[in-house]
């Protein structure tokens, strides 16, 4: 592989994150063999390890990428304006747009930082931190101002993450709702739940794109958890 193109490596580097979300995703880091991504992304072992160095470091690669993106994705909404409740709105809208999307990724960098160790650990937990602490102060000057009601900051900073996170597992597109729709209604639940009125992003442009990450596979999250699973996410989006 020495001497391909920059965007050959790059080609193939986005193929191979893609089979390990695939694979970590449905198995779990700890219970995905090296042989098991190579195959999965029709590569031999020693062309993976060219590649990505270890499991952990395509690991560590998948979640650095997905945090990346939302942290720009969210300091992008904060610049859009000055006022609190817009400026969540916007977060709030980047997070489940970007969870939805990115289905597959948005889980594996939910629940496999467990499978990450030293340096690794440290560096992407550090980020996620950075990343949810944009709620944290976006809440605390809201507060501060009077925008927001809260009653416990921290309980709300985590209830707003859980709830948009948890878009990941049942969110289907093509589904009864747009994506649009559901941004929009979980930007209003937000709200409710600091005692934003209801009319206070009247005319506000929250919702911007969303881009799909090089490491989400092509194949709806349905699909690869299986009949029993698709048959819960149907059920599920169609509340």
Partial sequence: MIGQPTEMRIMDLGRVQRAAVTLFATKGFAATGIRELGAEAGINSATLYHYVGSKESLLASIIRSCLDELTQSGERAMRRSADPVVQLAGLVSSHVGITAVNQLTARVAEYEMRGLTGDNR??????????????????????????????????????????????????????????????????????????????ELNGVEFIHDVRKLDSEPETQSSEIWGTHAQSDFVRRSEL
């Fill in 122 to 199: 440290i560096e992407l937990q550090t980020l996620r931190d950075e990343y949810e602490l944009l709620f944290g102060q976006i809440l605390e000057r809201g507060q501060r101002v009077g925008a927001f009601d809260i009653e416990d900051l921290a309980l709300s900073r985590l209830a707003i993450l859980e709830m948009c996170t948890g878009v990941a597992h049942w969110y289907r597109p093509g589904g009864r709702l747009e994506l649009e729709d559901v941004q929009r209604f979980f930007v209003s639940t937000t709200c409710k739940l600091l005692s934003v009125p209801s009319d």
